[in-house]
C-alpha cells in the first residue's frame, strides 16, 4: 500500500530557529513530490520535486529530494511567526494513464514570538 | 482570477438528507479530485477525474458519488450523509501533463448530525 510518512508531527519553535521537515515515502510509480504550506484554510503550493539531488529554493525555504532513500526534507531557515502552518508533503504517483496524490498526515510547526 | 471554487463553505445538515458540494475552476484544469481532511488521518482522496466524463474511485470512496458533464464543475455528491462523513472537503484541480500542480478550493466545512 503507498504511504506518505511525515516527522515530526508537531513542532514548537522560536523566531529565528532553523527547521527540517522530513517526508518519507513507500509509492509505487512515482513522479513527483510536493510540498504544500495549510494555514487553516486551503493548501497552497511550495515546491515540486522531481530529480534526486536538486535543491528548490524559494526565500528562507528550501527543499530537496532523494530518490533512492525515498524521503525529502524541508527546510526554512530564519523562522518567522508567519511561517506557522501545517506542512504537507504529497507524492504523486501514476498508473496506466491515470495519476493520483498520497497524502502525508502533516508537519504542524508553531514558531513563537 | 484563477481559482477553484468550492461551495457551500460550511453546512451544517442532518443524517440521511441528500447534499450536493459543487466545485468549479476556470483554469481549463482537465484534472480534478475531491479530497477530505480529518484530524490524524491527512488528506485523503474520495474522487478523481482525469476528464469529461471519467471518474475514478480514490482511497475513501464509499458514501461519496460524483460526476463530470463539463470540464470546468466536478460536484460532490452525498446520497445520505452520515455522522462519519463529518470532516472538511477540498476540492482541487490540475492541467494534464508537465509541470503543473494541484490548486485547491477554499474547502467546505461539513457537519452531519
Known amino acids: 500500500e503507498d504511504k506518505v510518512v511525515q516527522s515530526p508531527l508537531s513542532l514548537v519553535v522560536h523566531e529565528g530557529d532553523t527547521v527540517t521537515l522530513n517526508c518519507s515515502y513507500e509509492v509505487t510509480n512515482f513522479r513527483s513530490l510536493l510540498w504544500y504550506k495549510q494555514e487553516k484554510k486551503a493548501p497552497t503550493f511550495l515546491f515540486m520535486l522531481t530529480s534526486s539531488g536538486i535543491e528548490k529554493k524559494s526565500g528562507r525555504l528550501s527543499s530537496i529530494l532523494d530518490k533512492k532513500e525515498l524521503f525529502s526534507i524541508l527546510n526554512i531557515t530564519a523562522t518567522q511567526t508567519g511561517d506557522s502552518a501545517v506542512y504537507l508533503c504529497a507524492v504523486e504517483a501514476s498508473t496506466s494513464g491515470t495519476y493520483k496524490y498520497i497524502f502525508g498526515t502533516g508537519t504542524r510547526l508553531k514558531v513563537l514570538a | 482570477e484563477a481559482q477553484v471554487t468550492q461551495n457551500p463553505r460550511y453546512l451544517i445538515t442532518v443524517t440521511g438528507k441528500k447534499l450536493t458540494v459543487t466545485c468549479s475552476q476556470n483554469?481549463?484544469?482537465?484534472?480534478m479530485s475531491w479530497y477530505r481532511q480529518d484530524p490524524g488521518l491527512g488528506l485523503r482522496q474520495i474522487y478523481y477525474s482525469m476528464n469529461v466524463e471519467v471518474t475514478d474511485k480514490g482511497d475513501v470512496p464509499e458514501g461519496y458519488k460524483v460526476s463530470r458533464k463539463e470540464k470546468r464543475n466536478f460536484p460532490l455528491i452525498l446520497e445520505s450523509p452520515s455522522p462519519n462523513q463529518t470532516s472538511l472537503y477540498f476540492c482541487a484541480s490540475k492541467r494534464e501533463g508537465g509541470a503543473n500542480v494541484l490548486t485547491f478550493g477554499a474547502g467546505s466545512r461539513l457537519t452531519v448530525l
Open positions: 483554469m481549463n484544469h482537465e484534472y
